[in-house]
């Protein structure tokens, strides 16, 4: 089996999203440049150790970083287990290390700036902005969580919300601060009424009465994620410990949630400072 023709055979497969096959096309075509148009059953684990080499070393735009090695690795990877399975697939580590990113955090009061910026809400879109990014903020919710809410994922009696099917498949439930509760509240009473058309269920409504998609949060701000990463930076800060923060922001594992780990450093510094006699 040629590699030509394996690749159309993959990307053509269905149970692939859109989002992958666009990613792998790219992908797959850079390693068949690499690799010609040979055999399949050819690739082992010293051709990906070449094509690591090879995709490690400088060219004209620059290095390639170490998050786009890995991906184009994994797509040879799934390529090679697609068409002659997963026996056949070269089983060794060759990813480089990727360097760690620390999240990008608003301080406390560039959130308070950023809210208070918007003045005093008053059409009904200008309440369910704000609403929105109240909300994003108090509870930690990524976008894609924040406009998937319904009417009732929204507790006000027991002042939690309902966040259904997350990042990690499973649902859990945040508590409701208190000032989120009062814009979405009041988005409720006097905002979603006059957006609302026919019988839909969404809590965040469009200017067509549909439910919201995460372009209207990048349009509020360019990065809604660094609101999640504040969330879990002042909780930290505040002296929440790293496994409830997990459960708060739908972590499957605390490895994710440890990116956050400085910070939990740096508050237990301040406290052995101001606790120990021989700080």
Do not use: C
Request: aromatic fraction near 6%.
């Amino acid at each position: 089996m040629r590699l030509s023709g394996a690749i159309d055979r993959y990307l053509a497969a269905a149970g692939i999203s859109d989002a992958t096959r666009r990613a792998y096309r790219a992908d797959l075509n850079d390693f068949a440049a690499w690799f010609g148009d040979r055999p399949l059953d050819e690739i082992d684990v010293r051709t990906l150790s070449d094509y690591t080499a090879y995709l490690g070393r400088s060219r004209p735009g620059g290095k390639l970083s170490a998050s786009t090695i890995s991906r184009r690795l994994a797509a040879v990877r799934s390529l090679v287990r697609h068409a002659l399975g997963p026996e056949r697939v070269p089983d060794v580590p060759l990813s480089p290390k990727r360097s760690r990113r620390l999240p990008d955090a608003p301080k406390q009061d560039e959130i308070e700036t950023m809210l208070e910026s918007a003045g005093t809400p008053e059409t009904p879109i200008e309440l369910r902005n704000r609403a929105l990014l109240e909300l994003v903020y108090s509870a930690g919710l990524r976008s894609s969580e924040a406009v998937a809410l319904d009417l009732g994922d929204v507790d006000f009696d027991a002042e939690s919300v309902h966040v259904r099917n997350g990042k990690g498949g499973k649902d859990r439930f945040v508590p409701l601060g208190e000032e989120a509760a009062y814009w979405l509240a009041l988005y409720r009473r006097d905002g979603r009424p006059t957006l609302a058309a026919g019988a839909e269920n969404a809590f965040f409504l469009s200017v067509r009465g549909r439910r919201l998609d995460t372009s209207t949060l990048r349009r509020l701000m360019a990065h809604p994620h660094r609101l999640r990463h504040a969330f879990a930076t002042h909780l930290l800060e505040g002296g929440a410990d790293l496994r409830t923060i997990q459960e708060l922001l739908g972590h499957s594992s605390l490895s994710t949630t440890q990116v956050y780990s400085h910070v939990d450093a740096k508050r237990l510094r301040r406290v052995y400072d101001r606790a120990h006699p021989r700080s």
